[in-house]
């Protein structure tokens, strides 16, 4: 199981302590940005070399979980 800090960093001295992925300087809201957009996470890969895949199938898996157990306390 990949942990939150190897996959998200935050820190006051990189980027203004805009959350990252862990080893570089790319913004989350950067995978956000594509997705949105309508790019793969293929292209966003490409475009952002320094992060790995991993790292964005953890980041993703994180979303959902705190999707459903935030769906699953507002059914509560």
Known sequence: MTS???VVSKSPEVLSGTP???????P???LM???RAGDTIEV????FPSV????V???LGFAETLLLEYVDADRA
């Open 28 to 30: 989350i809201k950067n």
């Open 44 to 47: 966003f890969l490409e475009d």
């Open 33 to 35: 940005d594509y997705v």
């Open 52 to 55: 790995k895949r991993e790292q």
């Open 4 to 6: 939150m800090t190897q």
């Open 20 to 26: 990252v992925f862990s080893g570089t300087l790319v």
């Open 57 to 59: 199938d953890a980041l």
